[in-house]
């Protein structure tokens, strides 16, 4: 026997524990260690041989209110959601620790699932789905078993009718399934996290930029959250370059984009044949604004962003939410271009470092060829990447080639970049990411922030030529994911995010629009050409395999429930009837086979009603081997 | 759900064959699921005011339990039915369903221990010898009826029992006996209640010392007996007497 008030609690915790999961990694550390605490304390007290008595109601409901002082101290403009996730997670502690009524049952699974649903203002991430089932089984089985508790608090039943009541609550989830679908489709919903421009996130840490800044951090951190998901057919690694940027102005430390370009300076573009890639763009918290494509993107056409059809790569447009989008890309090196001002992009601030003047004078020599000389210098001069021990001065770039000699992308592109500006050779940064890993499984290239990487464009015969000087390195985040053992078990949970992105997220209002319009037109005009016959076939045929799968199971259910001698029997039974005779009401099994006129059928019968009677008169039990045979004898009738 | 839950429910309600007013006697509660597949849940019958709880009913199966029940007034009483309920599945919302099932059955007085001389010694029937040193209970068996809460447990007819499901008393017959018979009409009665309660308390006595009791009432006598049959005949005519 187990007492009702026990699964209670055993569900009541999974709630809890649910709750607490979806909040995992949304507060702050501190609070879910406070969490864990009165956790494991409630669990010893109520599950465990530790007898400790209940804390008084008074002591509890006191330390509620204190408990959410920081957490109400903390609530401001910009940082709402996460203090009251953390008030709310202590709480769902403390309540743990009661000796729980009916109320705190009922408290419990309520602060769960306001955590859950605190937790998509801010995340949109596809663990909710893990959560959310457990949590709504969960509580749906707690409400059950809390309407027995009610009723009588000692009630204790079997483990079978415990399991049984139980199941009630997978049941009634089921039964919710349609309802839950119906309110997918048409409820109002927003595909991006409510509250996600509040908690904005900062620190150096290795990834995309709308800037690159030279000598400001000396070590850089790896961020290895999602920049987006490109669904396209795996090209060569050489080709992996995501554009995002281009930045021309340089000031001596840092790269930005060219004060007054204008957004709009389109090239017209002679094909748009190319690589077509679908772009499943994450929100980020870098304040970024741009759509990244395969380098180099020539059209971008999206829901949200419109229809770009450019060349200069620059595709403004603020990400705070997940965008869907569509590019095609050229992925050549070369890029033709004309009307370009190419002084633009050979300006260096009056008075730039000499020693670097005078270094890519002598790399050059007489006759050399700038790029392939300072590419080769840079390339063998003693170089090798790093993402720690960085240049901090005033003059990074003349540490990094002169002293340092080490540096990560940044220092790499801004080097070449200067020293062909140094040459006249016009040359840019681009900005975006490099490599990416390929899911076979879903298809598509799984871009993280450690893939955050800058290169070199040189305006070369009238069109840019794609350079990249930064050494394929080991220390190289996005390099050293590669060969790690986590990427495969990541790639493989990430075609789970990857399909609850696109098939749950994205399914935003103008889907809902789309879908709407879809049903009325199909209302207002419904398929009346029956010459169609492709569409009725299908219909028709869809309904016969439902009715059919019904029956079958109701069927395959109804004989289940049979005994195994009643199975053979009926087996008999009805095989006897395909021969012409039917069996009388209280007609006996010998009477039966007596009245058969075909000796050799009559022979089979006999020798089947002889072995079942044998076993069946002698209350023997029917074991599968007398099935087997018994079936066989049937099978030869 | 929840209305499903309660629309394959039968119940049928058993009460024991001796029911006195103002007493609690158990009533038993047999709630059977028609239904072919789904269980019912969280079932809660009432019958009078008092609940049984009945957790879980698998189907096509059926479950007892026991409602102690009271009737206040002897004579006729008709129970309706029972009206189940049930919270399943979050008792956000109470269904109900009266099981309408009219019953008829008879209460009898209120047993009552009484100083009041009820009869003379001198009226009872002149079979047997008045000094009966000796209880009733060594000779044959007379019959066999349900337990009486108060019968000597070492006649309890265990066979019986064990067949019946239910605790069987043997009645056994004296070696020598007397004869009571109890004239209603000539009992002093200022108040009818308390006189049927005490002449009830007295015959049930009597009958239960091997002493064979008659009863006569409005001119109609019964002869003295001590079958069980005899015993609801003098109960049942107490319990309805100025009724009809």
Known sequence: ?637 | MGTRNLLTLDVRICFPEDVFAGTEVPAEVKVSNRGKWMPAFLITVNVRGRECLFPYIAPKSSVSGTIMVSFEKRGRARVLGALISSGFPFDFFKRFRRVRKEQDLIVYPKPLRCEQRLFNDGMTGSRGEKELNKPGYESGILSIRDYVPGDPLKYINWKSTAKTGRLKTKELSGAERRQVIIDLDTIERNDLERTLSCVTHAALNLMRSGIPVGLRVEGKALKPGLSAAHRRSILTRLALYGQN
């Open chain 1, 1 to 637: 026997m187990v007492r009702i008030e026990t699964l209670l609690k055993i569900a009541t915790y999974v709630c809890a524990l649910a709750g607490f999961g979806a909040v995992l990694g949304l507060v702050h550390p501190a609070y879910l260690a406070g969490f864990v605490l009165l956790c494991i304390l409630a669990g010893l007290r109520d599950f465990g041989t530790v007898g400790f008595p209940f804390p008084p109601r008074w002591f509890l409901n006191i330390a509620s209110v204190l408990a959410l002082v920081p957490s109400v101290y903390r609530v401001d403009r910009d940082n709402l959601v996460e203090p009251v996730l953390e008030g709310l997670l202590l709480l769902l502690g403390i309540k743990l620790l009661e000796d729980k009524k009916y109320r705190d049952y009922m408290q419990v699974c309520l602060i769960s699932i306001f955590l859950l649903l605190g937790s998509t203002l801010i995340s949109l991430h596809s663990a909710f789905a893990l959560y959310f089932f457990i949590l709504i089984l969960f509580s749906t089985v707690s409400l059950i078993l809390l309407a027995f508790f009610s009723r009588s608090p000692n009630l204790a039943v079997t483990r079978e009718i415990g399991c049984k009541i139980s199941l009630q609550g997978l049941l009634i989830c089921v039964l919710a399934v349609p309802v839950s679908v119906v309110l997918f489709l048409v409820f109002p919903r927003a595909d991006f996290p409510l509250f996600s421009f509040l908690n904005k996130v900062g620190g150096a840490t290795s990834g995309f930029s709308d800037s690159v800044m030279l000598g400001d951090v000396s070590e850089m951190q790896e961020d290895s959250s999602v920049v987006f998901r490109a669904a396209m057919q795996s090209i060569p690694e050489e080709n992996l370059y995501w554009r995002g940027v281009e930045l021309d102005h340089f000031d001596g430390k840092s790269w930005k984009r060219g004060i007054g370009r204008s957004a709009l300076n389109r090239e017209e573009i002679e094909s748009e044949e190319g690589t077509v890639q679908t772009i499943y763009l994450e929100p980020h918290g870098y304040g970024s604004r741009y759509l990244f494509a395969l380098d180099r993107p020539v059209a971008i056409q999206g829901d949200r962003v419109g229809f770009w059809k450019r060349l200069d790569g620059f595709w403004p447009e603020h990400v705070n939410e997940r965008i869907r989008y569509m590019a095609v890309s050229d992925p050549a090196g070369f890029a033709p271009a004309s009307q370009v001002d190419l002084d633009e992009y050979v300006m260096l601030p009056s008075g730039f470092s000499p020693r670097i003047v005078e270094l890519v004078r002598n790399t050059i020599g007489e006759a050399g060829d700038p790029v392939n000389s300072i590419m080769g210098y840079l390339r063998s001069g003693g170089f090798s990447y790093s993402l720690a021990g960085l240049p901090v001065s005033n003059s990074p770039l003349d540490d990094f080639i002169f002293e340092y000699r080490r540096g990560n992308c940044e220092y790499f592109a801004s080097a070449l970049a200067v020293m062909l500006r140094a040459a006249g050779v016009p040359a840019r940064l681009i900005g975006g990411y490099r490599g990416g890993y390929y899911n076979p499984a879903g298809g598509y290239y799984l871009v993280l922030q450690k893939n955050a990487h800058v290169w070199v464009e040189a305006y070369r015969e009238g069109g840019w030529v794609r350079l990249d000087p930064t050494p394929i390195s080991i220390q190289n985040p996005g390099v050293a994911y590669r060969n790690s053992l986590l990427l495969n078990l990541r790639l493989l949970l990430d075609t789970f995010d990857y399909y609850w992105g696109k098939f749950v997220i994205s399914y935003n209002v103008s889907k809902q629009v789309a879908l709407w319009r879809k049903v009325r037109s199909a209302v207002e005009k419904p398929i009346t050409d029956l010459h169609d016959t492709g569409l009725w076939l299908k219909a028709v045929a869809v309904c016969a395999g439902g009715v059919l799968c019904v029956f079958a199971v109701v069927a395959g259910v109804g004989q289940l429930r049979l005994s195994r001698e009643a199975r053979l029997l009926s087996r008999f039974l009805r095989r006897m009837r395909g021969r012409g005779y039917r069996k009388g009401v209280g007609e006996g099994l010998r009477e039966f086979t007596g009245r058969m006129t075909d000796p050799e059928l009559k022979a089979g019968a006999l020798e089947f009603v002889h072995e079942f009677e044998v076993i069946f008169y002698r209350d023997r039990k029917f074991t599968a081997a007398d099935t087997k045979r018994l079936k066989s004898v049937i099978r030869r009738l």
